[in-house]
């Protein structure tokens, strides 16, 4: 008994000397993900703010790392399963659009094409993306915490049964400087990811306007953004006619 009671009092002396905390201490150390979710929904303008936003229309120019063509880029979202892209360079353009599940894909209006398999979830992953941060309070139940490092938290948001989402979180401000996209079914596709900086507010929400854009590792572009609006309507709602691929 004796013994026991002088273990204990060597237990209880080195923790209190920064030893060996006992692990409740360690464990009340590390947020929740509901807490980081939180953090970063503050962060962004609090939620009363983000949820008054329905849909975003964003421009900006596009920077392709291949060839270095500058093209323009417009974005219509609304939610994470509907959004609507038009990347237009001098001479040729794309639309993709993402509609509940569905997406599409074409140089212009007219020869847009059913897309199946792994870049329709490349595009539903595209969704996501764009619906940043909003989507992490739509998908509490399906987030978890991976970890924290180098001053960055990150989530693992499931879309679906093979597509995830990684948001790397920044510890200092809350603000999600990357993401990263896989499709478990297929490694391959595993490796999109977009780095996000020069952070602003747009209506008291905040907004990234820079980002760089990676696949398998290699650097494929920088973006630009130019101008956010919420809740556009009428024209403003829907992606201007492309000139490139016309």
């Known amino acids: 008994m004796r013994d026991e009671t002088i273990l204990a009092l060597c237990v209880l002396t080195a923790s209190a000397a920064g030893y060996g905390p006992p692990e409740r ?8 993900a509901a807490e980081v979710i939180d953090r970063v929904l503050q962060a962004y303008g609090g939620l009363p703010a983000l949820r008054s936003v329905e849909s975003y229309r964003q421009e900006g120019m596009l920077v392709a790392s ?12 609304r939610g994470a399963a509907r959004l609507s892209v038009l990347v237009d360079y001098p001479g040729r353009s794309e639309i993709r659009l993402l509609e509940d599940g569905s997406a ?7 020869s847009l094409a059913d897309v199946e398999g792994p870049l329709r979830g490349a595009m539903v992953l ?18 978890t915490l991976e970890g924290a490092t180098e001053g960055r938290t990150a989530l693992v948001v499931r879309i ?11 510890d200092e401000t809350g603000h999600i400087v990357r993401s990263e ?13 977009t780095d996000y900086s020069d952070f602003r507010l747009v209506e008291d929400i905040l907004v990234a ?19 956010v609006e919420f809740n556009p309507v009428g024209g403003r709602a829907r992606l201007p006619m492309p000139q490139g691929g016309r």
């Open 160 to 170: 679906a049964d093979d597509l995830i989402l990684r948001v790397f979180v920044d």
């Open 181 to 193: 996209s896989e499709l478990e079914s297929l490694p391959g596709m595993a490796g999109f990811a």
């Open 25 to 32: 201490l360690l464990a009340q150390s590390e947020p929740s």
């Open 104 to 110: 599409w894909r074409g140089v212009d209006i007219e």
């Open 66 to 77: 291949r060839d270095g063509a500058h093209g323009r880029v417009y974005r219509v979202s």
């Open 126 to 143: 595209q969704g996501a993306r764009a619906n940043l941060p909003w989507l992490l309070d739509d998908f509490r139940d399906a987030t």
């Open 209 to 227: 306007f820079h980002e760089e854009t990676f696949a398998s590792g290699y650097h494929t572009a920088t973006t630009l953004i130019e101008s």
